[in-house]
């Protein structure tokens, strides 16, 4: 059949039949649909272990309040108790995690004392629950607070008497997951002027050279984390392939700067900027602290090239 433009003027048979097929052919198209909103987000961190069912019994508590909620683990192996590593963890991982993104954390070792449960809200539009205890001092100092309100609001906590042990399951998480559903915060309860900060030791450049601090080991590998950043290490005149001097807890260890493990040889010490920008200490697949009977926190020095 000729449906052309001149034909379909002379036919209105063919009029017809063109507006019937033009009808079939849209039906026939897939449809155009918003795309799919991204559920939302907590990230969970805790020092709770997951030998029992602590972990779970918090996940519980924020699907009852928010079933479409997607719940990303941070850790719940921080070491017992260490509000500096959790604090260090938080972070590592802010960065790279979009605005509006709750992170619950609990590493609480003032559980049910006088020490206030908190919403932090960062200058980068993320949402913090947590304890008043220095968890928030390496975020705070980077990305700055806009503002905290200590939780208070029994409206948001769960079960009709809140456990004096177990504040991650009755008060943090349901509150991080009526944030994350979208609840007006501020309902929380009252502003709080400032966060109890860590006393964190910043690395120093001297005359003579570096002196720092191993705060961590990394996981399971035992390459040292340090408090020395990549800018202040460079100081030092270093180059990729000189090699240098350094005293660890006492130990004077001499090895290379180089870019990556594989750069020495097998169980030979180096010293390379890690992941996260910092001066680390590592043997090529061994563990450095294993090997020098490291545990932090130890002192650290650096000297400068040439002395």
Not at 1 to 23: I, N
Not at 116 to 132: E, H, I, N, T
Request: with cysteine.
């Amino acid at each position: 059949m000729d449906l052309s433009a001149t034909h379909v003027r002379k036919s209105p048979r063919a009029l017809g039949l063109w507006f019937v097929l033009v009808l079939l052919t849209a039906s026939l198209l897939p449809a155009q649909t918003a795309a799919p909103q991204a559920p939302p987000t907590v990230v969970f961190m805790t020092d709770f272990g997951v030998i029992d069912d602590s972990v779970a019994l918090c996940k519980g508590v924020m699907y009852g309040i928010a079933p479409n909620l997607r719940i990303v683990d941070l850790t719940h192996q921080v070491n017992a108790f260490s509000v500096a590593e959790g604090a260090r963890f938080l972070f590592g991982a802010t960065p790279y995690f979009p605005a509006g993104t709750v992170f619950v954390a609990v590493v609480d070792p003032g559980v049910g004392s006088s020490r206030k449960a908190v919403v932090v809200k960062s200058k980068r539009g993320q949402f913090f629950v947590l304890p008043d205890n220095g968890l928030m001092t390496m975020v705070e100092d980077r990305d700055g607070i806009e503002n905290v309100r200590e939780i208070t609001n029994p409206d948001w906590m769960i079960g009709a008497k809140i456990s004096s042990t177990f504040h991650g399951r009755d008060i943090f998480s349901p509150v991080g997951a009526h944030i994350a559903r979208g609840d007006d915060w501020a309902q929380v309860g009252p502003e709080v002027k400032a966060l109890v900060r860590l006393d964190l030791r910043p690395a120093t450049v001297g005359e003579k050279g570096l002196s720092g601090e191993v705060i961590a080991i990394d996981g399971p590998f035992g390459n040292l984390i340090t408090n020395v950043s990549a800018e202040d290490f460079l100081k030092l005149g270093y180059q990729h392939g000189d090699t240098l001097k350094v005293e660890i807890a006492g130990h004077e260890v001499e090895l290379p700067f180089v870019k990556t493990f594989s750069d020495v040889a097998l169980k030979r010490p180096l010293l390379f900027i890690d992941s996260r920008g910092r001066a680390s200490f590592a043997l090529n697949q061994a563990s450095f602290a294993e090997a020098y009977n490291i545990h932090p926190p130890q002192s650290i020095f650096i000297p400068r090239k040439g002395h």
